[in-house]
């Protein structure tokens, strides 16, 4: 288990965790499970089944079976083009699969517009990130929280029916604001923060629908090391706080250091689960990152067969070249 | 000096008069579609033109009483906007654009045709339909009333009040839904729809609806028009008062209540001035008539506003109500 080297510098806000020891229920859960794609979680909050995505020719995903445990973080990690935010766009209904099924709590996904899927508590954000930058910080939080009455154009008319409501999502968005150290900036447009600070706002105007599944892509992408330790932190606490957390990352370090699970993708499919220290001795996981064989010694005879194959191509290529075309040059770069 | 004056009072009545309240009321709506929800809704003369001839078909063709007409003209915008919106909504904001100047020129020409002649009587309009309207004022409506050096007729007097009323009115409509959770939603959805989605609204309706508000606002100003000049003609609904309603609300500033109210009176205030004026300059002799005739007058004060817009999108990009912090921000 890898220790935890970060204080918890976010968390010192007081996020609500009930003291003692942060609950790691999820990575007791999962801990003697077989590390084989499409084992079954003991408790299992999103569910995926047989979804295709194909784009033209490119089959962008192909998850035959994938469970996501509940209140664990779950790392989904991959090459680029392995399919992982497409797969994201897909359980979170902002593309339409080809084929397959998906649930969460049971209750099936598909064919849901996103809006509806998030009211459900899935909540999402973007790899590219999404501030809304001609409102105030504030405001982007406010837009978060769900089943306002005021959104309704003819409630909106008449102040009286929303103005209660506002009041105490303005309270827990400040609230919230303060956890993520944003709450200095709360009149200033969204505009005007630092990619790292639209990060954090992404992530806590999430928070503001009270989420049961998040699914974070790409939280860490051009933010700087300090930040990142202050991410991994709320990441963190959103774990203790129950809720269950799937993340997009590249980078194998914090990936080790937060996550219960961690689903490997490679061309549209999953590749290898398991938890994070199975992942780096997994061969299928370093073929796909690293190419195979790619550090696998060359004996004697692998050597000798090797070249003679090279040499009988050239030699191949060479009675082609005689007749006058000058194209050689593919194929003896090996 | 009293020459100056008189120009000056001949544009200020253009800013208070029933043009004006046409312009207003059709930034108005566009304010609420481009200014807040960010769609591209270049046809707004469109819902004016349905706004006019729908009490002009209703009263002087199917004899139903003015209001009936009024009716049918909003609900005819709002069939307009949901037959816009239905197939354009859910694509990228260009497709509505693209519908919409389509079938703002569309509908002018199927207007002015021959085959449209029974209902529509063609190229020549329709006229006496506002009587019932004009009946209503509170003065004597034949009389003409001289007020601050011009002289308005009472019927004038009394679209020009019952039309600013109406922007009032729609003024504080827009105010209370922008600063609603309404307005809020409908905002980001102009910055960005995927991240509304994602946090569980549902952006299509709120497009939807912020599509048929503008459209209604547009009826409004195409029956102050079509009431304040008494006839309804297809051509006056010519699309370059889309435009115009654009160049007002960017006068005034996009996405603040008061910028297509004041917005629209300063640009109709330009346009008479530079009319009066220099044909003023023109009559005295000081432009001398080789360089600027009188009959090029009506070209080149579109020219001025051409001018005035640029410098101003130059040195006060945000309009005159905007805040410059705010539109500063798409430059990054």
Known sequence: MPADPIPHGATAAGAGTTGGAPQRLAQAALRDLPWEVGVAKPDAAVVVDGITRTFGGLTAVSVDHLEIQRGGITGLIGPNGAGKTTLFNLLTGFDQPDTGTWSFNGRSLGKLAPHQVARLGVVRTFQLTKALSRLTVLQNMLLGAQGQRGESFLRALVPGTWRAQEKANTEKAMELLRRFKLDAKKDDFAGTLSGGQRKLLEMARALMSDPQVVMLDEPMAGVNPALTQSLLGHVKDLREEGMTVIFVEHDMDVVRDISDWVVVMAAGKVIAEGPPESISQNRAVVDAYLGAHHDAPLTVEDEDRVLAEVEAQIAREESRDEPGSSDSSEGTGR | ?332
């Open chain 2, 1 to 332: 000096m009293a020459d100056l004056l008189n120009a000056l009072a001949v544009a200020g009545k253009s800013a208070l008069g029933f043009q004006a309240i046409f312009f207003a009321l059709l930034a108005i709506g566009i304010n609420v579609q481009f200014g807040y929800a960010g769609l591209l809704n270049f046809g707004q003369i469109a819902f004016a033109l349905l706004g006019g001839f729908g009490i002009a078909i209703s009263v002087s063709q199917w004899g139903l009483p003015f209001w009936v007409g009024v009716l049918v003209g909003l609900l005819a915008a709002v069939v307009l906007a949901l037959l816009l919106g239905l197939p354009t909504l859910r694509l990228r904001a260009d497709y509505l654009a693209i519908a919409t100047i389509a079938t703002a020129e569309g509908l002018r020409l199927l207007f002015r045709s021959v085959s449209a002649t029974p209902v529509t009587n063609g190229t020549r309009g329709l006229s006496a339909f506002n009587g019932d309207f004009i009946a209503l004022a509170p003065w004597n409506t034949s009389q003409r009333y001289s007020i601050l050096g011009t002289s308005w007729s009472g019927g004038e007097l009394w679209v020009a009040l019952v039309g600013w009323i109406l922007v009032i009115l729609g003024s504080l409509l827009v105010f209370l839904l922008m600063r609603s959770p309404w307005g809020r939603v409908v905002k980001s959805i102009r910055e960005d729809e995927d991240a509304v989605r994602a946090l569980g609204k549902n952006v299509y309706v709120y497009k939807m609806q912020a599509l048929v508000l503008g459209g209604v606002f547009g009826a409004l100003g195409g029956m102050v028009y079509a009431v304040g000049t008494g006839s309804a003609v297809p051509d006056q609904y010519q699309n370059a008062n889309t435009f115009l309603a654009y160049a007002a609300l960017i006068l005034g500033g996009a996405a603040r209540v008061l910028g297509p109210v004041v917005g629209a009176m300063i640009l109709l205030f330009i346009l008479q001035f530079a009319d009066t004026g220099l044909r003023l300059l023109i009559s005295n002799g000081i432009i001398p008539e080789d360089l600027l005739s009188s009959t090029d007058v009506a070209q080149i004060r579109f020219v001025l506003v051409g001018l005035g817009l640029m410098l101003l999108l130059i040195f006060r990009p945000q309009g005159i109500f905007g805040d410059r912090r705010e539109v500063m921000l798409d430059a990054r």
